[in-house]
Nanobody, 126 residues
Framework: QVQLVESGGGLVQAGGSLRLSCAPS????????MGWFRQPPGKEREFVAV????????RYADSVKGRFTISRANTKNTVYLQMNSLNTEETAVYYC???????????????????WGQGTQVTVSS
């Protein structure tokens, strides 16, 4: 079964940084659009960032622009989310997802994504 596995979550103080990683368990995602989403406690899952298969196109939620960076290393079969200047409102479970249809332009719509990881918890303390 296709799986995406996130790692790198944890507890960080407000203003701190974390880098999340995502890798598929048994397949190569180098030709797929990859996205990061998050779900704060009691809220709906929301878009964070997306990167095209070639890394030429990235897109961010307005709330994270200038602080978060999405990147990928296709040779390592891994996508990353560097998160800087975190605030307490960004406490959430963070998910990576794959859009196998490679929607153009890369989509912020959850419904476009076919495969999802199990999520990694990020907790930002004050």
């Amino acid at each position: 079964q296709v799986q995406l596995v996130e790692s790198g979550g944890g507890l960080v103080q407000a203003g701190g940084s974390l880098r999340l990683s995502c890798a598929p368990s048994a397949w190569t995602f180098s030709s797929y659009t990859m996205g990061w989403f998050r779900q704060p406690p009691g809220k709906e899952r929301e878009f964070v960032a997306v990167i095209s298969w070639s890394s030429t196109i990235t897109r961010y939620a307005d709330s994270v622009k200038g602080r978060f960076t999405i990147s990928r290393a296709n040779t390592k079969n891994t996508v990353y989310l560097q998160m800087n200047s975190l605030n307490t409102e960004e406490t959430a479970v963070y998910y990576c997802a794959a859009d196998t249809a490679k929607t153009v332009p890369p989509s912020a719509d959850l419904s476009e994504y076919d495969y999802w990881g199990q999520g990694t918890q990020v907790t930002v303390s004050s």
